[in-house]
Nanobody, 124 residues
Framework: QVQLVESGGGLVQAGDSLRLSCAAS????????VAWFRQAPGKNREFVAG????????YYADSVKGRFTVSRDNARNTAYLQMNSLKLEDTAIYYC?????????????????WGQGTQVTVSS
């Protein structure tokens, strides 16, 4: 059974940076896409960024494009989300998810495996 564990969240000020990590274990699939989602209080879970197995396809939500960078290290079974120029509206619980899809899907149901989430709070 695949287990995903996020880390790197915290409390920062607007304009600061954070790097989230997503470490995977128990994987048996030979290739998979990793995506990051977030959920703010009272809002639906929304897609943030995703990257395919080879990194050949990367996709970002418009709200984070130019500020966030998704990457992965397949040898370490770890994915990353570098978040720069953080804004108040980036405050949310951030989740990583993965699935044996060949493209970056923005739909949560495409990803059967999820981490527990890590809180990111941006203050003014």
């Amino acid at each position: 059974q695949v287990q995903l564990v996020e880390s790197g969240g915290g409390l920062v000020q607007a304009g600061d940076s954070l790097r989230l990590s997503c470490a995977a274990s128990g994987r048996t699939a030979s290739s998979y896409t990793v995506a990051w989602f977030r959920q703010a209080p009272g809002k639906n879970r929304e897609f943030v960024a995703g990257i395919t197995w080879t990194g050949g396809s990367i996709y970002y939500a418009d709200s984070v494009k130019g500020r966030f960078t998704v990457s992965r290290d397949n040898a370490r079974n770890t994915a990353y989300l570098q978040m720069n120029s953080l804004k108040l509206e980036d405050t949310a619980i951030y989740y990583c998810a993965d699935g044996a899809v060949r493209w970056v899907s923005t739909f949560p149901h495409q990803y059967p495996n999820w981490g527990q989430g890590t809180q990111v709070t941006v203050s003014s």
